[in-house]
């Protein structure tokens, strides 16, 4: 039966013995093993009783069982929905609720947390540790190695990425097997991979950027990649001399900077160095071409539409911008009251089109709507112009977002939570400039009447419930915030004031 996603990324390698995953020096697993993993967790959906279109969470260590998982979702018709590993209990609740998911596969270290939220939510809970042992590993385990594939079209969802939003509720992005197969085309064209390459994947693979541009790159070009658990400067050192290329947020290029081993006889054999989800600084573009003598290759995209723009491979790779659409993806800047587009140079929103740009937000119409338009564009509340020579530039957000690390992080999220907490009657969340994160979170707080706010309660309630990454790293308390005279709260005044808190954190 023809899958759309399948046939593209996975069933050409069947029978193949060539290297896909190098995982630790000396243990590779090879393309066709890495099948063999995805058809046994195929046939174990099917064993549960999963249905293609069933959708199944997964908040698990990064590990190449972890990744075949992936596979045995495409291969089965399911809905891969990866959660990011450092969410708490209680924002794992909504993911799960909202998707309906009919199945869970979490770590063990924390099935008896998450047991509850699974009964209620009526959702089987399986287990998959890091080292790839678990409940979900003994099922998978007991399966035949090979297995039918779904029938899925174009259309059909492949995975469910939830990202945060503006109003404090999450959705959850229904990404298509065209959406994911026709970019991961454009990117291997784009940057040229081939089966020579072998890519340093330290990246999380519950991102788009980690699981997306970097995995269905590297299948597509039918390459290899060095599969680290996560980044540090030490592994990365170590095994950048097996490898061709590198895909990263700026945190990575600037920790690699920092360390002086990080020269142009380590990195002379490499072919490319690729930098996304977060502004790269012009001056970490520069200090990254004086160290090693490459130009880093920024791009740039989203959740909803994996990747819409990239300098080019041959030509100038302009720091401070993100280049060119990619094939058939459209971009326009319009104005943000008139949607009207404007002209280069020209400060709007960007607007973007292509085969790229996701199906909706699951279950909600109503937003779906707002940011995706009848005639294709999806609004991405980026501040961008298009300069005379075609390259964008991202000068700003429309949204009220921080990006720490890679990592997005909604404000009014966090806003909401703190409100909500005893003795606090207000709150403004901010980001201000970070030496290692780019930028990291801030919390203003009004104390409710003739209340002393207990700082330290407020930390570990953050703690609890809220991802580390999202948690505020530093906590103002104030009498009043500032406001304009429509009573709106006025965080430019806010950024400006604590703008430089962090400036002396160690990376
Ligand atoms: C970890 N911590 C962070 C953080 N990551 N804090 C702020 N921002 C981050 N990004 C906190 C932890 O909660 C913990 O806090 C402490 O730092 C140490 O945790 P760690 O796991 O050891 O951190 P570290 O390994 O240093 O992680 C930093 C990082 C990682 C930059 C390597 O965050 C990372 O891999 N980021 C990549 C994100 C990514 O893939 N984004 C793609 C999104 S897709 P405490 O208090 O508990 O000690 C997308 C679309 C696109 O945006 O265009 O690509
Ligand atoms: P996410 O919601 O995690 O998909 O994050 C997408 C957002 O990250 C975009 O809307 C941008 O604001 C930002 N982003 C991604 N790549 C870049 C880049 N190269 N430069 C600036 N911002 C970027």
Request: charged share 20%.
């Amino acid at each position: 039966m023809s899958n759309h996603l399948y046939d593209a990324l996975f069933a050409p390698h069947a029978g193949s013995d060539a290297p896909f995953l190098y995982v630790s020096e000396g243990s590779t697993i090879s393309y066709s093993a890495f099948l063999s993993m995805a058809a046994q967790f195929a046939n174990a959906f099917k064993a549960l009783g999963l249905v293609p279109g069933d959708r199944v969470a997964v908040h698990i260590n990064k590990s190449p069982q972890a990744l075949a998982l992936y596979a045995g979702c495409v291969q089965a018709g399911v809905i891969f929905l990866p959660l990011n590993t450092a969410y708490t209990a209680s924002e794992l609740d909504y993911f799960v609720g909202d998707s309906g998911a009919a199945l869970f596969v979490c770590d063990p270290s924390e099935a008896d947390a998450l047991a509850e939220i699974a009964r209620e939510k009526n959702c089987a809970l399986l287990t998959l540790a890091g080292d790839g042992t678990g409940t979900m590993a003994d099922l998978m385990s007991k399966q035949i190695d090979t297995a039918e594939t779904a029938h899925r079209v174009e259309n059909d969802i492949a995975a469910l990425l939830y990202t945060s939003g503006t109003t404090g509720r999450s959705k959850g992005a229904m990404l298509t097997h065209k959406n994911l197969s026709s970019n991961a085309q454009a990117l291997v064209d784009e940057w040229r991979f081939t089966s020579g390459d072998v890519l340093l994947h330290a990246l999380p693979i519950f991102h788009s950027h980690g699981l997306f541009v970097a995995t269905n790159v590297m299948l597509l070009a039918a390459g290899s990649m060095i599969f680290l658990p996560k980044f540090d400067v030490e592994t990365a050192l170590a095994r950048l001399p097996d490898a061709t290329a590198m895909m990263g947020v700026p945190t990575f290029y600037t920790r690699l900077l920092d360390d002086a081993r990080f020269d142009k006889d380590m990195t002379s054999h490499m072919r490319l160095f690729i930098s996304g989800s977060a502004p790269l600084l012009a001056e970490t573009h520069e200090r990254f071409a004086e160290r090693t003598g490459h130009r880093i290759l920024e791009r740039y995209g989203m959740t909803e539409t994996s990747m819409n723009t990239s300098n080019p491979y041959i030509g100038d790779r302009r720091a401070g911008t993100v280049g060119f659409p990619l094939a058939d993806v459209e971009v326009k800047v319009c104005d943000p009251v008139s949607g009207g587009e404007l002209d280069r140079n020209e400060i709007g929103v960007l607007e973007v089109r292509g085969p790229n740009v996701f199906k909706g937000y699951w279950n909600m119409p109503e937003k779906t709507k707002e940011e995706l338009r009848p005639d294709g564009f999806f609004i991405t509340g980026d501040l961008a112009l298009i300069d005379m020579d075609g390259y964008v530039h991202i000068v700003g957000r429309g949204k009220d977002l921080i990006i720490s690390g890679g990592y997005n992080i909604y404000p009014k999220e966090i806003e909401l939570f703190l409100d909500d907490l005893d003795g606090v009657l207000e709150s403004a969340v901010i980001g201000a400039p970070h030496p290692d994160f780019g930028e990291s979170v801030i919390a203003v707080l009004v104390a409710e009447p003739n209340t002393a706010l207990d700082v330290k309660a407020i930390e570990d309630a953050a703690k609890r419930d809220l991802a580390g990454f999202k948690r505020p790293r530093w906590i103002e308390v104030v009498d009043a915030l500032p406001r304009n005279t429509m009573g709106k709260v006025q965080k430019k005044l806010l950024r400006e004031q604590f703008s430089s808190v962090f400036q002396h954190e160690a990376g």
